[in-house]
C-alpha cells in the first residue's frame, strides 16, 4: 500500500523509528495488515497509549490505516521517499533479529490461530467481542 506522498524528513523518520513501542508495532505489521486489538492484546498497553504511537507512525508517513467497522486495521505502507523507504526496509529486516520482537511475532500468530471443525488449524482474526 502506498502513503501519503507528502514528503518525510529523514529527522522525522528517524524521531519515529527512535521508540521500542513504535518499533514493537512495525514488528507486527511486517508482511501484514493487523487489527488494534491485537496491538493492545500483545503489547499489554492501553489502546489510546497505542493509537498515539500508530498516529505517530502515520504521520511520519510509513503507516497507514483501514476502518472495518469499529476497528481500525493498520499496515505499513511504501513511503514516497526512497530513501525513508530504505531506511525503513533495513530496520525492518533487523527487527527480525531481536528476541522480543521474534516473541511478539509468535504472540500475534497465536492471537489469530483458530481451529476448524475438521480440527486443522488456519490463521485468521478472533471474533471480536463488542
Avoid at 57 to 86: F, N
Avoid at 89 to 114: F, H, P, W, Y
Wanted: charged share 20%; proline share 3%; hydrophobic share 45%.
Amino acid at each position: 500500500m502506498k502513503c501519503s506522498s507528502k514528503p518525510v524528513s529523514l529527522a522525522g523518520i528517524f524521531a519515529a523509528l527512535a521508540d521500542t513501542t513504535r518499533l514493537r508495532l512495525l514488528n507486527l505489521m511486517a508482511g501484514r495488515e493487523v487489527c488494534v486489538c491485537h496491538f493492545v492484546e500483545i503489547l499489554g498497553q492501553s489502546q489510546p497509549k497505542i493509537s498515539r504511537h500508530l498516529a505517530y507512525l502515520r504521520q511520519a508517513g510509513i503507516v497507514s490505516a483501514r476502518r472495518e467497522g469499529k476497528w481500525m486495521h493498520y499496515s505499513i505502507c511504501a513511503p514516497a521517499d526512497a530513501a525513508v523507504g530504505s531506511i525503513l526496509s533495513a530496520v525492518l529486516a533487523e527487527l527480525g533479529n531481536d528476541r522480543q520482537m521474534r516473541a511478539d511475532s509468535g504472540k500475534l500468530i497465536r492471537a489469530c490461530l483458530t481451529a476448524t471443525p475438521s480440527g486443522t488449524i488456519s490463521i485468521t482474526r478472533k471474533a471480536e467481542s463488542a
